[in-house]
């Protein structure tokens, strides 16, 4: 955790920015909720917790200033409201989502599946993937599972 604050902070540092106590108590929240996807609310209620006197306004910003430093992927899972994604360290792409359209769930796949179409893209159309997002929707195991519960009784 803390070699990951540091590396997000000299990422900050690159780009002219100071890791503020408030930035660095939003960006732990991150990193201590990374499998969820927490909208700017959530985030706040929880940085709320540690940092009392933080406004959402503060963290909002925050939010924003990650992202454009792709710190942060802004996600939209369709619910209508922007969720804050913590790019992975081990991969320089985004990961992949499956999102339940049952249950509302959303997996990651942490790892890059997309190396051979990378490769593909490049030798057939001369194009560099600098990233990628690709999200699926289907039915999780978790509800798969309570079907076929169901369906035994
Ligand atoms: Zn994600
Ligand atoms: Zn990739
Ligand atoms: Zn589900």
Known sequence: MEARIEKIKQ???AQGYKLTPQREATLRVLLENEEDHLSAEDVFMLVK?????IGLATVYRTLELLAELHVVEKMNFGDGVARYDLRGDTSKHHHH???CVQCGAVDEILEDWLGPLEDRLAREFNFHVLDHRLDFQGVCHRCNNEESDKKSE
């Open 11 to 13: 990422q900050l540092q």
């Open 49 to 53: 917790e540690k940092a009392p006197e």
């Open 97 to 99: 989502h499956l999102i």
